[in-house]
């Protein structure tokens, strides 16, 4: 009996690179999207979170707290599976997209909202005590300075999240950990096609995670 | 130019002022001394608004800043305040520290400002600091700077919230001299301090704030060679050494 890893398995998977390559672009597409609509959503419930009405607190709590708390393939299901019912179509990438941006916009509303209030109170009050606004002092002293210390933890949630795109593929999200997965399941050539597969997530992620850890150490330089 | 009247200030159950009265006219140079937690810094804060009052009436230059809906941005324009933590922006340069809210707040040319803000560095000795960071300098540089950076929105009233309070003992005099320096031009100051060699050379009028009240006032004269409470008696028996 052939190994799992056995030569013909791998000249099949070579065979049949444009399936791969098919799913490697909507991974992509997906990830750039969902990684938009994230951060959209992270810094605008990031921000709620660091208001002092009580009423936007409250909403980044309910926001972060519901996403956080519950797992992403039971969002995404819902979003497939559940929204169907209340008669709401959404086709299977527009899904993927809001999923992973929703669920990953949770995570960087802590990191925004740590970030901004890792800025010590001195600077919002220095910024006042010179005729700055809440926002102009926002926008020129606070968030720049949060940015920077943002950055490392935001890099690792885009890593993440392009990761968590492969949950789609438990709704034929079409993207790459789809296509590996019908394509091995038709033939069985599980080995060769899970080993490319999570090179490939790699070759995303690695450089992400290394740009990040370059961030960090100059943070601390500078600091 | 500052009349404070009848302020109250709480904080929870905290009554950190209590009832305070206090004018300061133009151009005179008001020192307040006291021990930790007598509401001094409270105070001064409350003249900038960076602390509301909870009760009475505080007016900067003709302006009730305690009214609702006062002007307060435009007032702080010409209320300029220094630090303990010195507060300048990590993320800007020396200069830029300097020209920043001239240019968004006052709306002055960038080069205006920026010449203004040289000539203020050199003012404090620190010009060939212009294009350094924050970090790069030392806790008494790092004031001065922020002395700079206030006199650079051109103001009418400075404020110094204990400004040598969180310096190394040899870096103290050198932010001293500056304000020794400054307080010969016609600018209002009210500084909260506890260097009493300070208040006995520049103040015009000494306050002594103990328990959220003002306990006495009165010239460096009256208050260093005559004091009239036993509190302060003791105070300035500990402070002076």
Redesign the interface.
């Known amino acids: 009996m052939p190994g799992p890893f056995a030569g013909f398995k791998w000249l099949a998977l070579i065979n049949d690179w444009s399936v791969f390559a098919e799913g490697f672009v909507q991974t992509i597409l997906l990830s750039a999207l969902g990684l938009t609509l994230a951060l959209g959503l992270g810094i605008f419930f990031g921000l709620l979170g660091t208001s002092h009405v009580k009423l936007f607190k409250l909403l980044n709590r309910v926001y972060v707290e519901f996403i956080q708390n519950t797992p992403l393939v039971i969002q995404i299901f819902f979003l497939y599976h559940g929204l169907p019912h209340l008669g709401i179509m959404l086709p299977v990438f527009v899904v993927g997209v809001l999923g992973v941006g929703v669920y990953h916009g949770a995570y960087i509303a802590e990191v925004i909202r740590a970030g901004v209030e890792s800025v ?1 109170r ?2 919002l ?9 809440y926002w ?1 002092a926002m926008i ?2 606070v968030l ?2 949060a940015k ?1 210390i943002s950055y490392p933890p935001l890099t690792n949630q885009a890593v993440n999240l392009i990761k968590n795109t492969s949950v789609l593929a438990m709704v034929a999200g079409g993207e790459l950990m789809y296509h590996a997965d019908s394509w091995s399941s038709n033939n069985l050539y599980y080995g060769p096609s899970y080993v490319v597969t999570g090179l490939l997530y790699l070759s995303l992620c690695f450089p992400l995670a290394s740009f990040a850890k370059r961030m960090e150490r100059k943070l601390e330089v ?2 | 130019m500052i009349k404070v009247q009848g302020v109250n200030k709480f904080f929870g159950p905290l009554h950190v002022l209590k009832d305070i009265n206090l004018n300061v006219d133009s151009g005179e140079k008001v020192v307040v001394i006291g021990p930790s937690g007598s509401g001094k810094s409270t105070l001064i804060r409350c003249m ?1 608004l ?1 602390e509301t009052p909870s009760t009475g009436q505080i007016v900067v230059d003709g302006v009730d800043i305690t009214a609702p809906k006062a002007p307060i ?2 007032v ?2 010409s ?3 220094v ?1 303990q ?1 010195f ?5 800007k340069t020396v200069l830029e520290n300097l020209t ?2 001239p240019t ?3 709306k002055i040319s960038r080069d205006e400002a920026s010449e203004s803000g040289l000539a203020f560095l050199e003012r404090v000795g620190l010009r060939e600091k212009a294009d350094a960071y924050p ?1 790069q300098l030392s806790g008494g540089q790092q004031q001065r700077v922020a002395i700079a ?1 206030a006199l650079n ?1 051109r103001p009418t009233v400075m404020l110094f919230d204990e400004p040598t309070s969180a310096l190394d003992p040899e870096m103290i005099q050198e932010v001293l001299d500056v304000m020794v320096d400054l307080a010969k031009e016609g600018i209002t100051m009210v500084v909260v301090t506890h260097e009493m060699g300070f208040a006995k050379q520049v103040a015009d009028q000494v306050i002594f704030m103990d328990g959220g009240t003002i306990l006495e006032k009165g010239s460096p004269e009256h208050f260093f060679t005559n004091p009239e409470h036993d509190r302060t008696k003791l105070f300035l028996s500990r402070i002076l050494r």
């Open positions: 010590p001195g600077q009050e220095a910024a006042y005590s010179q005729g700055f606004s102009g020129h002293i720049p300075q920077r500078s600091s | 900038n960076l941005t435009k702080r324009e209320v300029a305040m630090f933590q507060n300048l922006y990590p993320h920043l809210a968004l707040i006052k970090a950076r929105m």
